[in-house]
């Protein structure tokens, strides 16, 4: 994919709104011109390069449903958002993973560089992860099939075709056993549902 | 209540697929059904689970093909390809013209600036509500006129630094930042030593004092330690070299 070195932070924005293919342009451009920069900052203070996967593929998910759910300031910059939640993804890893040593060396300069806002974009990365926690739990079939309804927006028939089922009416009644069975499982989960829930209210 | 019917009523009322008939009624029932109410936030909370799971899977696959093309341009790239490819771009560069040079220090900085945003500042002896308000207020000219001439503590020297670079007063940003520099020399804890370094730079550069520029731009991108480090590209140090070569 050739990228424009021209593209426009609102063009940015825009394309994260509208999703699909524009989402994957914007995307695309983000990782070529930010990835280094993210992954230095992961390498220079303890992590390798598959933290630096993880973290940034993290930062990504939080950005875009930042700026999809309006909660994107466009003065913050999409590169300073974007190195702020890398950075602050990653001291909340290791103060998981308890290391001391790392602490140390994280907060050595007596400061973090935090763009305003993104402490509280945090907390919601972490109910992200319940939220993901749950869906990741239901079966390859089950996910597949309700990311194809509901996130990609196919048609019954296209998925029909795509999962191989022999009629629309078994797919329809595949697709609900397994919203039902997601739900039964946020139900399972009440401590997780109820912590879940204030976030989505509090948005 | 966790039943087919309610979830397909519901699952249609999110999606905006009831009748104005169905979904009065649903609404009525919501009114004065908790259990229900209860499907219902179950239901969304499901729902953004699986778009959660969409974004991810999509991220994950762009993720995917960049990693798999950067480590295919890794190997490729072999040290003389690279020098050769660097004296290809030196002599477009003079090929390039002037109007270029002249937009080439501005595309730097754009290209380059982080602004910073004050997070919890430590060891101030201005109360901390104070500088912290005004910096968030973006009161540039209350922060110069807040920090002593002389003060030794660096976070208001560095604030008094940034305050003066958003304000366009160069010159005094580097006084400030360099003074931020200095302080740290003889002090065990550096506080903002990165941060004014950096900001130095970019000031250096608005100034067009491009030795000195270089000198931190190549000092942030060889020390991994650096808070900045990885900021500048190889394609910067190259470019701010050309506006040096030009220059002298």
Not at chain 2, 90 to 108: A, E, R, Y
Request: charged fraction near 25%; include cysteine; hydrophobic fraction near 40%.
């Amino acid at each position: 994919m050739k990228l424009s070195k021209t593209y426009s932070e609102n063009s940015i924005l825009d394309d994260i709104k509208a999703g699909g293919s524009q989402l994957n342009k914007a995307l695309g451009f983000m990782y070529s011109s930010y990835y280094g920069l993210l992954e230095s900052i992961i390498l220079k203070n303890s992590g390798n390069e598959d933290d630096a996967a993880d973290v940034i593929q993290d930062t990504f998910l939080a950005f875009v449903k930042m700026v999809q759910d309006g909660r994107f300031r466009k003065e913050a910059g999409v590169k300073s958002m974007l190195y702020s939640i890398v950075r602050n993804l990653w001291i909340t890893e290791i103060r998981k993973r308890k290391s001391t040593q790392n602490r140390h060396e994280i907060f050595e300069q007596g400061n973090d560089v935090e763009v305003e806002g993104v402490s509280v974009e945090i907390e919601k990365i972490e109910n992200q992860k319940l939220i993901l926690s749950l869906f990741e739990s239901i079966g390859k079939k089950c996910k597949s099939i309700l990311i194809s309804f509901y996130y990609e927006n196919l048609s019954m028939k296209d998925i029909m075709e795509k999962e191989d089922f022999s009629s629309e009416q078994v797919l329809r009644n595949k697709k609900y056993k397994c919203l039902k069975s997601l739900i039964e499982k946020v139900n399972g989960n009440v401590i997780l549902a109820k912590s879940v829930k204030n976030a989505l209210q509090n948005d | 209540m966790i039943d087919d019917k309610n979830i397909t009523r519901l699952d249609a009322y999110l999606d905006n697929k009831l009748s104005e008939e169905e979904k009065n009624l649903l609404l009525q029932e919501l009114k004065e059904n908790a259990a229900l109410n209860e499907l219902l936030e179950l239901l969304k909370i499901s729902r953004e689970s699986i778009e959660l799971g969409g974004l991810k899977n999509q991220i994950q696959s762009v993720q995917k093909e960049y990693l798999k093309i950067r480590a295919t341009q890794v190997v490729k790239i072999k040290p003389s390809t690279w020098w050769i490819g660097v004296a290809a771009s030196i002599s477009l560069f003079i090929l390039i013209g002037n109007f270029w040079i002249q937009k080439l220090p501005s595309q730097l900085i754009e290209d380059n600036y982080i602004s910073y945003e004050i997070s919890t500042m430590r060891s101030s002896e201005i109360p901390l509500s104070v500088l912290e308000n005004d910096f968030k207020n973006k009161a540039w000219t209350s922060i110069l006129s807040a920090v002593p001439q002389n003060s030794e503590n660096q976070s208001e020297v560095f604030l008094a630094g940034i305050a003066a670079y958003e304000l366009g007063d160069f010159e005094s940003a580097i006084e400030y930042l360099e003074r931020v520099i200095q302080l740290n020399q003889d002090l065990s804890d550096r506080y903002f030593h990165d941060e004014a370094e950096y900001y130095l730079s970019l000031s250096l550069l608005k100034l067009e004092k491009y030795d000195n520029a270089l000198v931190l731009f190549e000092k942030i991108n060889l020390d991994e330690n650096h808070i900045y480090h990885g900021i500048f590209t190889n394609s910067d140090l190259l470019k701010l070299k050309v506006l040096t070569w030009v220059k002298n």
